[in-house]
């Protein structure tokens, strides 16, 4: 067997829904992933590779995958209960951007209002269009003017 051989059949480790797998690194079908786990990833679900601080990449059933060590997969998520305002929302992913996050609601959080996430006990985060936040249930988020007018001095 060539080194190249021997390194391409090298054995990995990749985690699909936090369970840990033993499998070979290189181009894989992602029927071959849903079939690790145990029990199989089913028809009727959706496989997900987890990308941190990025937006996690649904995969094609039919699809094939270059597989490294360490990569985590999940299947379809049940709903994640956020609150914005005070308000309940079930969401069905674990990051989502500040865009993501003001569409939410209905109507969309206005682009004059700020999106906080409310941190317990440390400061508030704002969050900004663009940054990805990492949600759990009773994840909560508040509303505020983007620009305060003090008044006039008197």
Avoid: C
């Avoid at 009727?44 to 995958?65: F, M, N, S, V, Y």
């Avoid at 003001?102 to 969309?108: E, G, K, L, T, W």
């Amino acid at each position: 067997m060539t080194a190249q051989a021997e390194a391409h059949a090298k054995k990995i480790t990749i985690y699909i829904d936090g369970e840990s797998y033993e499998t070979t690194s290189g181009r894989t079908p992602v029927a071959t992933l849903r079939g690790l786990r145990r029990p199989p990833v089913p028809a009727d679900k959706d496989l997900w590779l987890d990308i941190e601080d990025e937006q996690d990449q649904e995969l094609d059933a039919a699809g094939t995958l270059d597989v490294v060590d360490g990569m985590r997969f999940f299947t379809e998520i049940d709903a994640i209960t956020i609150r914005i305002d005070r308000v309940e929302y079930e969401v069905y992913k674990h990051k989502m951007t500040g865009v993501e996050l003001r569409a939410v609601p209905s109507p969309d959080v206005p682009a004059d209002r700020d999106l906080w996430l409310d941190v317990p006990d440390k400061r508030d985060v704002k969050v900004q269009d663009e940054d990805v936040v990492r949600l759990k249930d009773g994840v909560r988020f508040f509303t505020a003017p983007g620009r305060i007018n003090p008044g006039r001095a008197s």
